[in-house]
């Protein structure tokens, strides 16, 4: 044995581990979804709402979803009695589900990536109100 051998066993190594790495990367990306950066939120009805006041995503998303920060109007949860979120999606099956307190106004949910209807809840379980909610971005992978 020779010192080059000693050499190429050390570059060898380095180089599985820069792939292996590399892998590892590529299946979480690939076993996630697509990642997608710079998401944008789209809410239809919102205008007229007397539950929902905003809107907002802010952070980079993969497998799918995004975690949005609804803001409620004062009255949302006092007047109203809203004691739920509820995110439909575009399925119709329920994505994600929120409790909200008496005074609170603002909640953090997930939304789907694409369509989905996001809904309040009263304390007796009957609608109160909802608005569509489009999620898009710019897609890196």
Do not use: H
């Not at 953090?108 to 007796?124: E, I, M, N, R, Y």
């Amino acid at each position: 044995m020779t010192g080059n051998d000693d050499t190429n066993e050390g570059e060898n190594r380095r180089s599985r581990r820069a792939f292996l790495g590399a892998a590892a990367a590529a299946g979480v990306v690939g076993t996630s979804g697509c990642l997608t950066l710079s998401p944008t939120v789209r809410v239809t009805g919102i205008e007229d709402s007397t539950v929902f006041k905003t809107v907002s995503v802010s952070e980079p998303w993969a497998s799918g979803r995004v975690s949005a920060k609804v803001s409620l109007t004062p009255p949302a949860t006092t007047e109203y009695g809203v004691r739920t979120l509820v995110v439909i999606s575009s399925s119709g099956s329920e994505f994600d589900t929120g409790s909200v307190y008496s005074g609170q106004t603002s909640k953090s949910v997930f939304l789907p990536v694409g369509k989905s209807t996001l809904t309040a809840v009263d304390f007796d379980g009957k609608t109160v109100d909802s608005v569509s909610v489009t999620v898009g971005g710019d897609r890196l992978l």
